[in-house]
């Protein structure tokens, strides 16, 4: 499929690339899977974006791997444990240090920095030669093929060629992100759970958002009737309101937003893997708004049935 890949009409070039989870063995004897991802031996091609300690050139090195530093930090640190079991002292994994993938030899040589994955397991590059050594015997194990295309073709006429010409599906980087979105809003319970959570917070803000509002009203009801009783129009009033459910509204998101991007500071360097995307801000606002202009209809109503003689009664 690679050679059939390279034969296509405006293919620059074509690089095999392995992605599997394999068992590594830690050094306290524990187990946990890991992330390989296997570059092309000659054009390294797919290799991690930034490079913390050592150089992608170090994969050269006899079992060599270069691990992100989130999980040279947390799952794969070294432990050192008592008899008991408890931990006497940790420390993170380090170039030089010595791993197992499927009972197989690994080398550390470098440590990364990569964008977290979904699943928060820890990311090992390696060669793919290498890591077809590692990974489990099957027939196949080929996962994707890079391709590179020549000056001047489309990437869209490109990847349509390929899937007429090969039978593989051919995606560009975008439909590659949608189809694993996808996948997981398909196949998991990921967007009932969030589902549910959104609605719940939803109901519940605009609940308290509603009786904070009709508290404000009942408490200050006479206030309303002296305006009313001195001239105020309905229309004045119910601008009052808005004016306040406006402030509050944008102190609350302005108050939301900060905490939010200020978690997603905090945990960069852990294994959460955190988005704030455009589209997120843009829905929270009108959410927020609309929790707001239902708040503010049943302080509303009170208002416009309000007599200004209530300002007159003991």
Known sequence: QLLRVRGIEGVEWAVPLYKGLIKARLSDGTFQNCNVIGLDDASMVGGPPRMVQGSLEDLRQAD?????EVGASSRLAHVQLDAAGKVISKRNLQVGDLLELNDRRAVVVGICSVQRTFQSQPVIYTTYTRAT????????????????????????????????????????????????????????????????????????????????????????????????????????????????????????????????????????????AFLLRWETLVGTGIAITLICIFASLLSIWKVMRLEPAIVFKG
């Open 64 to 68: 060599g791997v270069i691990v992100d």
């Open 133 to 272: 050594t590692f990974a489990p015997r099957e027939r196949k194990l080929l996962s994707f093929i890079c391709v590179k295309a020549k000056p001047g073709v489309s990437l869209a006429v490109l990847a349509r060629r390929i899937e007429t010409d090969t039978g593989l599906a051919a995606l560009l980087g975008s439909e590659f992100s949608l189809k694993t979105m996808l996948y997981f809003m398909k196949y998991t319970g990921i967007p009932i759970n969030f589902g549910i959570a959104v609605a719940l917070g939803f109901a519940v803000g605009t609940a308290i958002a509603g009786q904070t509002f009709y508290q404000f009203t009942s408490d200050n009801i006479r206030q309303f009737g002296a305006l009313k009783a001195m001239g105020a129009t309905n229309l004045r009033l119910l601008g009052m309101i808005f004016l306040q459910a406006v402030v509050v509204g944008v102190i609350g998101y302005g108050l939301g937003v900060g905490i939010a991007s200020s978690f997603a500071v905090i945990a960069r360097k852990t294994e959460l």
